[in-house]
């Protein structure tokens, strides 16, 4: 029975250490790739702030972007070709993170996120996917929203309704 017992106990201690270090290299991986989403996404950011054409690049070519306009909802060639005057400047937009979520699929071929943003237009918040493409990553989808505090939100209701009007 002694011989049971020690079989048993080593089989636990065998299983608890085996799905411990399993835990731990998964846990390595999605911080690695988290990682790897934060870099590419604030290079992304910074292609804009730099006026660097490759911005367009790593979106997909049937990739989104909506801006904060109703307007504005494009699919990446349509986006580039609206937004060349701004990428002729020095600078097209300067976004900086703030914060960012980034959540995987099991796969860890697709990644979405949110993340609020430094702008011009004060703080921003985005959300979008990416897709797994090869060694990095390509924008299928982002949203770039303008925050309002709920307190003049009814104010800001009337304002864009008399705009509007116009």
């Known amino acids: 029975m002694k011989n049971f017992y020690r079989s048993l106990i080593l089989i636990l201690y065998i299983t608890v250490s085996f799905s411990n270090a399993f835990a731990q290299k998964t846990g390595k991986k999605t911080e690695a790739l988290t990682k790897d989403v934060n870099t590419f996404m604030d290079t992304w950011h910074k292609d804009a702030a730099n006026a660097d054409t490759v911005f367009f690049d790593k ?7 909506i801006g904060t306009d109703k307007t504005e909802n494009w699919k990446r060639d349509e986006f580039k070709k609206w937004a060349k005057p701004f990428f002729l400047r ?7 993170a703030l914060q960012r979520n980034v959540y995987f699929s099991d796969d860890k071929k697709y990644v979405w996120f949110d993340e609020q943003l430094d702008t ?4 921003c918040q985005s959300s979008g996917v990416l897709k797994r493409k090869g060694k990095t ?6 949203q770039l929203s303008v925050t309002l505090p709920n307190d003049i939100t009814k104010e ?4 864009v309704k008399e705009f509007e009007k116009k």
């Open 120 to 123: 011009w237009m004060g703080v």
């Open 137 to 142: 990553w390509e924008i299928e989808h982002y």
């Open 156 to 159: 800001f209701i009337k304002m």
């Open 59 to 65: 979106m997909a070519p049937n990739g989104v972007y």
């Open 90 to 96: 020095k600078s097209a937009w300067d976004f900086k």
